[in-house]
């Protein structure tokens, strides 16, 4: 059973620029989760999806930030005209329902120049 | 929100040693996992110890959910263990996880 999947593992965009994030859970989940960490710091919460609901966004910016999870296909993490401060390492988890272990995929890292 | 804090924040230790790590939180809890974070970035599943202990090879874990800890131990440490740490949990109602901020463990020759 293949673990949760990101891609691509390494992004760089210049300022101003669009990044998208691509996350393909384990097999069997539904429930996927996105975290950022900045540099020299723990995992900070974004969202939480389930298929074609945002369920808890809680910890997305309001701005710049939007994420999917479709029917078909992975889930996305857009961000509109990155700027420095954006940089930082996504982490998608996914689990097979609620009150389950969260798994994690390898992450990706965004550096903004 | 509920708060998850880890001790100590740093630790240098002989391979060959043993270590127990702390992560204390502030309310009931429906989930709580232990990860290492190598060197490489990547975080690796160690556990899932909402409550109770669990041991894996030279990994250990108890949660006392009634007194909102845990610990993770790690006996005779190999430099491959060296890396961050980190305690998350999920209190009810919730299913965002709530990171600690992680002790860093530095495992010499």
């Known amino acids: 059973n293949a673990g949760v999947m990101q891609n691509p593992r390494h992004l760089v965009r210049r300022r101003g620029q669009e990044a998208r994030l691509r996350c393909s859970p384990m097999?069997?989940?539904?429930?996927v989760y996105w975290y950022r960490q900045l540099p020299e710091e723990g995992l900070k919460f974004m969202v939480y999806?389930?298929?074609?609901?945002?369920?808890?966004e809680s910890g997305m910016p309001k701005e710049r930030f939007s994420a999917e999870f479709p029917k078909e296909g992975p889930s996305i993490l857009r961000i509109q005209q990155v700027v420095r401060g954006d940089s930082a390492a996504y982490f998608c988890?996914?689990?097979?329902?609620?009150?389950?272990?969260?798994?994690f995929g390898p992450g990706t890292r965004l550096t903004v120049t | 929100g509920i708060q998850v804090e880890q001790s100590p924040p740093d630790l240098i230790l002989q391979e060959g040693a043993n270590s127990t790590l702390r992560c204390n939180f502030s309310?009931?809890?429906?989930?709580l996992q232990w990860f290492h974070q190598n060197p490489w970035g990547q975080l690796i599943n160690l556990f899932y110890?909402?409550?109770g202990t669990k041991q894996n090879g030279r990994l250990s874990a108890t949660t006392v959910a009634t007194e909102r800890y845990s610990l993770l131990y790690i006996s005779s440490s190999q430099t491959t263990d060296s890396g961050v740490y980190f305690c998350?949990?999920?209190?009810?109602?919730?299913?965002?996880?709530?990171f600690g901020t992680g002790t860093r463990l530095t495992i010499i020759p």
């Open positions: 988890a996914s689990s097979p329902g609620t009150i389950y272990e969260q798994y």
């Open positions: 097999k069997g989940h539904s429930h």
């Open positions: 999806l389930q298929k074609e609901n945002i369920i808890d």
């Open positions: 309310d009931s809890v429906n989930n």
């Open positions: 110890i909402p409550s």
């Open positions: 998350a949990v999920a209190n009810f109602g919730n299913e965002k996880l709530t």
